[in-house]
């Protein structure tokens, strides 16, 4: 009896969100490549139908926390659902998503299939827009924001990788489908996902590009034009420097926002990043 009591209190909780939220956060499992996936979808309160969705994604080792990443409040704001998968164990042990780093050459967890998998399953299920679905993710999920834009465009409208990076398997092997909309935020002191990149594979995650390079790749894939460069105000008083390219492709742009002596971080020490996201996939979205 106790223990029936436990679950019904969890669930109730579950479907409850923070004091500070308006809305309902649910626990749900999806079969996906054989395997029972578990994701957390926060749906705001009176949320009309057909309306976006945003996928985010927690870093190497991470969960799925919708506190970590306060989208909930923006949700609540401008009225879409949030969606947080949980990643599969590593060899390691540790939540993760399977990008191609070294160490996981023998993980089999196909992520790009039930990522996508999940999008479709989302959108019958509470009625959420096809057309206006998005994906962030910080680190190791901004790595697999990179690796989404490169094989699910016609899945994910935009992306926005938070200290992601792109590793030099997926820029010397796949190619761009179409032109994806894409912001990165990464600080220059990132000594994780170092902005000067890695190609001597000295940190352990593989080769990886540079963020500049990284994120010009998608500039020249989006067939951008011009550029605009504006310096935004910090709440850390660090200077922020955002380029915007603009022109491209069916309007796609490409931001990145660049924290001078930003540490690996989901940005939130300097800028209201869940407030930037939006503001970015806000311009893609159809009626």
Not at 119 to 128: F, K, M, V
Not at 174 to 202: F, K, Q, Y
Not at 226 to 250: A, F, K, M, N, Q
Request: with cysteine.
């Amino acid at each position: 009896m106790k223990r029936l009591l436990l679950s019904i209190v969890t669930v109730l909780c579950l479907m409850t969100a923070s004091a500070a939220d308006k809305g309902r956060l649910i626990e749900e499992t999806l079969l996906s490549g054989g395997i029972e996936r578990s994701y957390k979808i926060y749906i705001p309160d009176d949320m009309a139908s057909h309306r976006s969705l945003v996928v985010v994604l927690h870093g190497y080792g991470g969960s799925a926390d919708p506190a970590r990443f306060d989208m909930n409040r923006a949700a609540d704001r401008y009225g879409f659902a949030v969606c947080y998968p949980q990643g599969e164990r590593d060899g390691r042990g540790k939540r993760c998503w399977n990008v191609g780093y070294p160490f996981q050459d023998d993980m089999t967890v196909d992520d790009v299939a039930f990522l996508c998998d999940l999008a479709g399953h989302l959108h019958q299920r509470y009625d959420l827009s096809p057309e206006n679905t998005f994906c962030t993710g910080l680190s190791n999920g901004g790595e697999m924001c990179y690796l989404l834009a490169y094989t699910c465009g016609d899945v994910f409208r935009a992306v926005a990788p938070i200290a992601g990076l792109t590793l030099e398997s997926m820029y010397r092997t796949l190619s761009a489908t179409r032109a994806v909309p894409l912001m990165e935020v990464h600080g220059t002191d990132d000594r994780t996902s170092l902005w000067e990149g890695d190609p001597d594979n000295s940190g352990g995650w593989g080769a990886y590009l540079s963020v500049p390079v990284a994120v010009g790749y998608w500039v020249a894939a989006d067939r951008c034009t011009h550029s605009l460069r504006d310096t935004l105000p910090s709440r850390s008083g660090r200077v922020i420097v955002r380029e915007r390219y603009v022109g491209g492709t069916d309007g796609a742009e490409v931001w990145l926002y660049r924290i001078e002596g930003g540490k690996h971080s989901w940005g939130e020490a300097d800028m209201d990043t869940p407030e930037a996201i939006w503001e970015f996939f806000s311009k893609f979205v159809t009626e």
